[in-house]
């Protein structure tokens, strides 16, 4: 009995490190003169931000309208999904989600 028991949390931990949740959210969208300072203000209100990063063009390091943060939680996360995601920030309307987790190899 408890070895069943211990199969079903096995699979349970797996499933959920299958779903991909993430403390990372992407953010798409944002004005090309948002500033990470400023993305990191926007979004510190729903909790421990460990990192705010733009993406950028390579060639002429401008920033590309979108870009991530990173939580400490996931709980985190969420809430600043469901609070930010279709937000009007500078004129423009955002779009925030859980990001994908990436797996190489």
């Not at 779903?19 to 990470?36: K, P, Q, W």
């Amino acid at each position: 009995m408890a070895m069943r028991a211990g199969r079903a949390i096995g699979l349970a931990s797996r499933l959920v490190g299958t779903r991909g949740l993430s403390t990372e959210i992407f953010v798409s969208r944002l004005s090309f003169y948002t500033t990470e300072e400023e993305l990191k203000n926007i979004f510190s209100p729903f909790g421990a931000i460990e990192e705010a990063r733009l993406v950028r063009d390579n060639q002429t390091g401008r920033p590309k309208g979108f870009g991530f943060v990173k939580y400490k939680s996931e709980m985190e996360a969420q809430k600043a999904v469901k609070a930010m995601d279709g937000r009007i920030i500078r004129g423009r309307l955002i779009f925030a989600e859980i990001a994908k987790e990436h797996r190489t190899g």
